[in-house]
T-cell receptor
């Protein structure tokens, strides 16, 4: 079974802090993704990566950056957290193959910015 | 038109009922299709892929209609444990967004 592990289930931070969300997958997947999910808005793609040190912007990259130094790890960084970044953050991974492979999700991180 | 549209529901059905969800997509070039299930406050999990010829997995049947650009999910003999939100997912190619496009989900509530 694919295992995608996110570092925290719940996180509370303050406005202006730099926040790191970590994600690790154990199935040697090439592709990794960060989403946020908000009520009524569904899943929105923030960034994705199809290889080490490669990254692509998703639909809502503003206010976020990512890092993929190792194949198994994909980090999401909130440079200066704001209250509108309070959300559920989901990491996912998938095999390479023109992105038509299903994605496997971590448990999610519920982030609150106060 | 939104890329992937689903009726948000909720669909409230009794145990044992048959229920069907549809999902429409706007890009006729879409290649791959999936149904995911998401329980309350949990992550989405792959339920099944949707193949051109249609496919079945136990009580679940998925169908694809390319001409009308929709996919469907049929659940027979509903169980209480089927209560969840069902996400329709479509893959588009090209541009910088060769990734999965998620619908907002259809909520199903199965009652005793």
């Amino acid at each position: 079974d694919v295992k995608v592990t996110q570092s925290s289930r719940y996180l509370v931070k303050r406005t202006g802090e730099k926040v790191f969300l970590e994600c690790v997958q154990d199935m040697d997947h090439e592709n990794m993704f960060w989403y946020r999910q908000d009520p009524g808005l569904g899943l929105r793609l923030i960034y994705f990566s199809y290889d080490v040190k490669m990254k692509e912007k998703g639909d809502i990259p503003e206010g976020y950056s990512v890092s993929r130094e190792k194949k198994e790890r994909f980090s999401l960084i909130l440079e200066s957290a704001s209250t509108n970044q309070t959300s559920m953050y989901l990491c996912a991974s998938s095999l390479a193959g023109h992105f038509n492979q299903p994605q496997h999700f971590g448990d999610g991180t519920r982030l609150s910015i106060l | 038109r939104k890329e992937v549209e689903q009726d948000p529901g909720p669909f409230n059905v009794p145990e044992g009922a048959t229920v069907a969800f549809n999902c429409t997509y706007s890009n006729s070039a879409s290649q791959s299709f999936f149904w995911y299930r998401q329980d309350c406050r949990k992550e989405p999990k792959l339920l099944m892929s949707v193949y051109s010829s249609g496919n079945e997995d136990g009580r679940f049947t998925a169908q694809l209609n390319r001409a009308s650009q929709y996919i469907s999910l049929l659940i027979r003999d509903s169980k209480l444990s089927d209560s969840a939100t069902y996400l329709c997912v479509v893959t588009n190619y090209g541009g910088s967004q060769g990734n999965l496009i998620f619908g907002k989900g259809t909520k199903l509530s199965v009652k005793p």
